[in-house]
């Protein structure tokens, strides 16, 4: 499939707004604030990293609409529109923003393997300081914290998150290198 397939892009894009949703059901408690801790930011950055900044915010988006409309997206099955008002707004906006930098550095790796291995790991930390930058503002304007006490909140998901966004880069990793030409690259002869 050529990069610049619109087929190709728009079943890109179904395959993993719905691999969020389906990662809904994976959620733990959390004490911070009623932010649990998901799988679905990490497939959320996943799907940047793969797919590049366009695509990306196109999965983002098109999450975000489903869940506007009324389907139970989000962790718990709730819809974006019963969690407008709470504390996970910042995140949920994140969700739009997010894969769209950080595909658009992944997409900017080099072709050499180790220069690829820096530049998406950049772009999956990146991604994540963004959900974290939106979740923070969200629970500051929703849940009645103060900036510096927002910030702190998001140290809870410190730890589950590195483990979660490892795991993502080796996956994007992996995938470029078997698909090369999703970054519009040709295989390159040894």
């Known amino acids: 499939m050529k990069k610049n397939s619109v087929a190709g892009d728009i079943a890109y894009v179904a395959v993993f707004t719905a691999l969020i949703i389906v990662f ?26 793969i797919l590049g900044g366009r695509r990306g915010f196109y999965v983002g988006l098109i999450f975000i609409v489903l869940g506007l409309v009324g389907l139970p997206i989000l962790a718990g099955g709730r819809s974006v529109l019963s969690a407008l008002a709470g504390p996970t707004v910042g995140y949920i906006a994140g969700y739009v923003i997010s894969p769209a930098i950080g595909g658009a550095i992944a997409y900017r790796a ?15 930390i990146v991604s994540l300081l963004v959900q974290y930058t939106c979740g923070t503002i969200g629970m500051a304007l929703r849940a009645g914290m103060g900036w510096g006490e927002a910030a702190l909140a998001q140290i809870p998901f410190l730890g589950p998150d590195a483990l979660k966004l490892a795991i993502m880069v080796v996956i994007a990793i992996g995938v470029h290198a078997a698909f090369p030409d999703l970054m519009g690259r040709n295989p390159k002869k040894a």
Request: aromatic share 2%.
């Open 24 to 49: 809904a059901f994976v959620s733990i408690p959390s004490p911070v604030s009623g932010v649990p801790i998901v799988l679905q930011n990490a497939v959320i950055t996943l799907a940047g990293l």
């Open 110 to 124: 080099p072709r050499n393997k180790a220069g690829m291995c820096i530049v998406i790991a950049l772009a999956g």
